[in-house]
């Protein structure tokens, strides 16, 4: 059976550019997802922010028996929704909806496979506290305790007088916290799955809705290393990459 790479997010931007590169230079048959159904609308819609969706998405990849020779967490948001809430959405679509799928996909993946994880330079724990990034960088720390620490983080963000404000040592933009979160949660995968290949990829300022017309780069230079790791055999497990190079968290 052909293996396969499944990209969340694929509806427009660098997981669409990423979809169309590897259409072009890999042997596997390549899968994107969108909201509303798979880009070749072989597969139901994914909304990463949906538990119950993750779940049902995961166990029809399971009853198809796909093979996954990698998984590109790329689905995003930059600020999530204007309303109470709009904290608790970004983390649950940022950090929360890659973890869920990572686990919930781990009976598809082959051995040694791939798991890339789109995160961002502003996730980077120089804008963390000394003690929270020391915290964070703990070869003990688990999933679960980080789970705490997200929860403590995101229920002291949505009290409205600490909206915006530095959390326990955690960034006061919540998109940096979710990505810095994201950041931790590859480290702790690698060690979780040391037969798979779990990395962070920063793909740079990009112009896209995201990114916004200012951004110095374009889509396919975002999609380039992502790509460039779904081939490259020279990958170290639980590290960042930006621009083909592994760089510090």
């Not at 070749?40 to 990463?48: I, T």
């Not at 990849?61 to 948001?77: P, Q």
């Not at 798979?196 to 017309?213: A, E, K, N, Q, Y």
Request: net charge neutral; charged share 20%; proline share 5%.
């Amino acid at each position: 059976m052909q293996d396969s790479v499944l990209i969340t997010g694929t509806s427009r931007g660098i997981g669409a550019e990423i979809l169309r590169q590897l259409q072009e230079s890999s042997s596997s048959k390549i899968i994107g997802t969108t909201r509303n159904a798979s880009a070749d609308g072989d597969l139901p819609g994914l909304d990463v922010s949906d538990h119950q969706s993750i779940k049902a998405f995961a166990e029809e990849i399971l009853a198809r028996k796909l093979r996954l020779r990698a998984l590109i967490n790329n689905a995003g948001v930059y600020s999530g929704r204007d309303n109470s809430d709009d904290v608790e959405y970004l983390f649950r679509t940022n950090y929360h909806g890659p973890r869920l799928l990572s686990g919930a996909l781990l009976p598809a993946m082959l051995p040694e496979a791939r798991i890339i994880h789109i995160s961002s330079g502003m996730g980077e724990l120089s804008g963390f506290s000394e003690t929270a990034a020391k915290e964070l960088l703990r070869e003990d720390l688990g999933e679960s305790h980080l789970n705490q620490l997200v929860e403590d983080y995101t229920n002291l963000q949505n009290r409205k007088p600490l909206r915006n404000a530095s959390v326990k040592g955690w960034p006061g933009n919540p998109y940096c916290a979710s990505k810095g979160a994201l950041n931790t949660l590859t480290r702790i995968q690698s060690r979780q799955w040391p037969e798979l290949t779990v990395i962070s990829v920063c793909p740079g300022w990009v112009r896209t809705d995201m990114g916004g017309p200012s951004a110095p780069r374009d889509v396919s230079q975002g999609a380039d290393t992502p790509v460039w790791a779904i081939h490259s055999s020279n990958l170290v497990s639980g590290h960042f990459y930006r621009d083909r190079r592994s760089i510090p968290f």
